[in-house]
Structure formats: C-alpha cells, structure tokens
C-alpha cells in the first residue's frame, strides 16, 4: 500500500506563487511515475502534470504550461508542483497520484486526500 499526503496548498493573490508538496510512504514511488491533479466545485477532475519515473519527462495540462512545473526527489519519495502566475481559476483542491505516466486519472493507482488552493483576484 501507498500513502501519498499532499501539503502546501493556502490562500494567495492572483499573480502570487505556491510550492505543493506530496510525500509517499508505503511501498516506495520509485519506479512510478507520479501526477497532479485538480478538481473545482462542480468540476471534472483535470490533469496538471505528470513526470516519470526518473524525472526525464513531464508534461502539463493546457492551462497550466508555462505556469506550472513538476519535480520530484525519489531519495526524499516526494514530488513537488511549483505554481507561478496564479489565477482564481487555478482554485481547487489538488491531488497528487502515484501510477502511470499519463493525462487519464485511470492511469492513477493511488491518490493523496488533497490540499485546498484558493487564489483571489
């Protein structure tokens, strides 16, 4: 089993940054590729990023490139998603996910509870 706990969400203004956090614990990411993912209020969950396994790949969601990057540390089982240039309509919970590398949450074995990300205009 997989733990994955997703920390570093909050209240900024628009234009503002935020770094998130996902630390895995349980059977280790290493090997797996790890993913973002965001759901609005009455929204479908949406594909952020993802990165492979090394770090060799990653890629974005549409919205989100040239905004957003995701890195991850296999010696620390963490990965990160450095949001820049925030907008009111990045608001939503944000989930990290431990699978395939893929855009598709059925990719997606295991999955964080989710940290709240709330920008402001």
């Known amino acids: 089993q997989v733990h994955l706990v997703e920390s570093g969400g909050g209240l900024v203004q628009a234009g503002g940054s935020l770094r998130l956090s996902c630390v895995a614990s349980?059977?280790?990411?290493?090997?797996?590729?790890m993913g973002w993912f965001r759901q609005a209020p009455g929204k479908e969950r949406e594909f952020v990023a993802g990165?492979?396994?090394?770090?060799?790949?990653?890629n974005y969601g549409d919205s989100v490139k040239g905004r957003f990057t995701i890195s991850r540390d296999n010696a620390k089982n963490t990965a990160y998603l450095q949001m820049n240039s925030l907008k009111p309509e990045d608001t939503a919970i944000y989930y990290c996910?431990?699978?395939?590398?893929?855009?598709?949450?059925?990719?997606?074995?295991?999955w964080g509870q989710g940290t709240q990300v709330t920008v402001s205009s």
């Open positions: 990165i492979s396994w090394s770090g060799g790949r990653t």
């Open positions: 996910a431990r699978g395939q590398y893929g855009i598709d949450p059925g990719e997606y074995e295991f």
């Open positions: 349980g059977r280790t990411v290493y090997m797996y590729a």
